[in-house]
């Protein structure tokens, strides 16, 4: 995207750098990561790096208002309430599409956001390692907020364990050695101490939560939750003793309603150059667009693209019951912004990662996650056996260059 960096970066990339830099990172956690980590990270010029800071406070705008959480309420899923919710998320990803606008320059345009965890811990150990192994420019960073590594750690740490021992913290998901984002688990077992623990190996015993290690039972205080509720609905094979929404004597670090709150659910209540037209399908009263072609139909209650109809017509939209339960969202369409050494163009998605801890008025700017794709959508099916596409990081231009 700064085209000097970017053509002195092509220049000097090889196949046995991008091997070396995989070695380390699969050495380092000892196994190989699942999903593609991509050639190379991408630099951002300082105009589009302005826009991004804007886009994310249009939005944090909108979130840190008092009637916020009731303009959410119906967000939340008939029996999926979870008992002692915080005043506001701890996590926040906000992500965007790379587009171009009717200048030409480079924008970005919001394709959704997630009052969720996401690869906080592991996104600082790519970063490192892409700047050890690639001639990076020293003076980019892929941290916001003033924020060094050992800054961002310490206060990652202090989001997660909330001053509690980190035994006494769980990292919570689905069989977390099976998903294909452990490696941040490990990352975050690395740098806290945290254990990752499947949700059907937690014990209750009256309002406490317990699970087993080194033949003992270890009480557990506070959650770190990366349990997707539309994964764990889908798994009745699982036997558990503690559901999401049981009335326990535990803290959340992330508590799971405002992954309902902040999500496709609440982009209707946004109003900035970049958040595309979004609307519910029932605000419509029947009267949809004449060019449905130019929309993206989406189911709020689903995750990772479920149900998602990309190629909207009339029947699809006539068709649906639920009509408040779809959002309308306007087409945009990702630049190729980042160009491959074979001349190909990249699409780019860059997600904003924030931390808000107790006591701030905001959510605090952190860093960031980069997702490339040469196919028709981001997404491991349009990508399939092509290279330069995949996870990343991006390094900012600082303001003083």
Same mark, same amino acid.
């Given at each position: ?30 196994? /190989?990561?699942?999903?593609? *980590? ?25 979130? *840190? ?19 002692? /919710? ?7 990803? *906000? ?27 592991? +996104? ?15 003076? &980019? ?8 590594? /050992? ?23 689905? /069989? ?51 349990? *997707? ?11 558990? +003793? ?17 992954? &309902? ?67 309308? +969202? !306007? ?15 990249? !699409? ?54």
């Amino acid at each position: 995207m700064i085209p000097s960096i970017r053509n002195q970066f092509n220049q000097q990339f090889t196949d046995q750098k991008y091997k070396a830099f995989l070695e380390e990172l699969f050495t380092r956690f000892g196994h /190989e990561i699942e999903f593609r *980590i991509a050639e190379t990270p991408v630099f951002i010029p300082k105009d589009l790096k302005n826009r991004l800071f804007e886009a994310c406070d249009h939005i944090i705008d909108v979130i *840190i208002q008092p009637d916020f959480m009731a303009k959410t309420d119906r967000a939340i899923p008939e029996g999926k309430n979870v008992p002692h /919710e915080d005043k506001h998320a701890q996590f926040l990803a *906000i992500d965007f599409a790379i587009c171009e606008d009717s200048d030409g320059n480079l924008t970005p345009q919001l394709i959704e956001m997630q009052g969720f965890p996401s690869l906080f811990a592991f +996104q600082d150990v790519i970063s490192e390692t892409f700047r050890k192994h690639y001639a990076c420019p020293p003076d &980019f960073d892929h941290l916001f907020s003033g924020l060094t590594s /050992e800054k961002y750690r310490e206060l990652l740490g202090r989001v997660i364990l909330n001053g509690h021992n980190p035994e006494n913290v769980v990292l919570m998901d689905i /069989e977390p050695e099976l998903q294909k984002t452990k490696v941040d688990f490990m990352a975050v077992n690395e740098f806290f101490g945290v254990p990752s623990v499947c949700i059907s190996k937690l014990k209750k015993h009256g309002r406490k939560l317990f699970y087993e290690a080194d033949g003992r039972d270890i009480e557990v205080k506070r959650i770190y939750n990366r349990v *997707i509720f539309d994964e764990l609905d889908r798994r009745t094979d699982l036997n558990l +003793q503690f559901h999401m929404n049981d009335d326990v004597d535990v803290e959340w670090a992330g508590h799971p309603n405002w992954f &309902f709150r902040i999500s496709k659910f609440s982009m209707p209540l946004l109003d900035s150059p970049y958040v595309p037209e979004t609307k519910y399908l029932s605000d419509y009263n029947g009267n949809f667009p004449t060019d449905l072609e130019n929309y993206v139909l989406k189911p709020l209650f689903s995750f990772a693209g479920s149900g998602v109809i990309y190629d909207v017509k009339a029947e699809d939209v006539n068709s649906i019951q639920d009509s408040e339960n779809y959002i309308l +969202q !306007k087409k945009i369409y990702y630049a190729p912004a980042l160009k491959a050494p074979d001349g190909d163009g990249v !699409k780019t998605e860059i997600r904003m990662l924030f931390l808000w801890p107790y006591g701030a008025e905001r959510p605090i700017a952190c860093t960031n996650l980069i997702r490339f794709s040469k196919g028709v959508m981001m997404g491991v099916k349009f990508n399939h056996n092509k290279t330069w596409v995949g996870g990343s990081t991006a390094f900012f231009e600082p303001e003083t260059n």
